[in-house]
């Protein structure tokens, strides 16, 4: 996580308060194996919708037969899983091993758009609060006092909340835009 968290405008502590966590693992090679990106070289630039100024970096990409992504920055590496909600919309799991045990898994919105990818941490307190509480009753995700941090309980409440980002009922304030190299260039 803190790889990607580099990329993104927001202070590491900041980005880890109010996203939606697991201690394990939802996503696996039967339930997540979309492979929306080439392995390759990529620019990884984020950015904001409050316009912050938008930093990038290079980012390298490996991907095996059953769809475990490898995303490596600098010297930290991340696995990465995509579940396709539709046909250019993902639940995105990210496995940073050296998180502690309840933050290990964070998870993400991702939309494919031509040869680029965006991905959004999906944050707790920007979800409708009415879908928070359903999911919360329904036991699919535990939250914190404050609807800051939520506990992901099943992968279901996780492609919920990925298709409310994807829906558009979310605000979305920081992302983080992969374009392989190639295509960076030619912009």
């Not at 912050?52 to 980012?59: H, K, Q």
């Not at 036991?139 to 909340?161: F, H, K, N, P, R």
């Not at 994807?166 to 392989?180: C, D, F, I, L, R």
Request: aromatic content about 8%; glycine content about 6%; charged content about 25%.
């Amino acid at each position: 996580m803190r790889a990607l968290i580099r990329l993104a405008p927001a202070p590491a502590a900041l980005l880890l308060s109010g996203c939606l966590v697991s201690e394990t693992a939802f996503f696996d090679a039967e339930s997540a194996a979309a492979r929306p990106l080439a392995a390759g070289d990529y620019v990884a630039c984020s950015g904001s919708t409050d316009g912050d100024e938008v930093e990038c970096n290079p980012i390298s990409v490996s991907v095996t037969e059953d769809g475990l992504y490898s995303f490596a920055v600098e010297d930290d590496r991340l696995l990465v899983r995509f579940h396709k909600l539709d046909e250019d919309d993902f639940a995105v799991q990210f496995d940073d091993s050296d998180e502690n045990d309840d933050e290990r898994y964070q998870y993400y919105w991702g939309r494919k758009t031509g040869d680029s990818l965006r991905l959004v941490m999906i944050w707790c307190n920007d979800l409708p609060r009415a879908l928070v509480d359903k999911l919360v009753e329904d036991g699919g995700l535990s939250t914190d006092e404050d609807y800051q941090t939520c506990t992901a309980q099943s992968a279901s409440a996780i492609v919920v909340a990925a298709k409310s980002y994807a829906a558009g009922e979310v605000a979305k304030q920081n992302w983080v835009e992969m374009t392989p190299v190639a295509s960076a260039k030619a912009e």
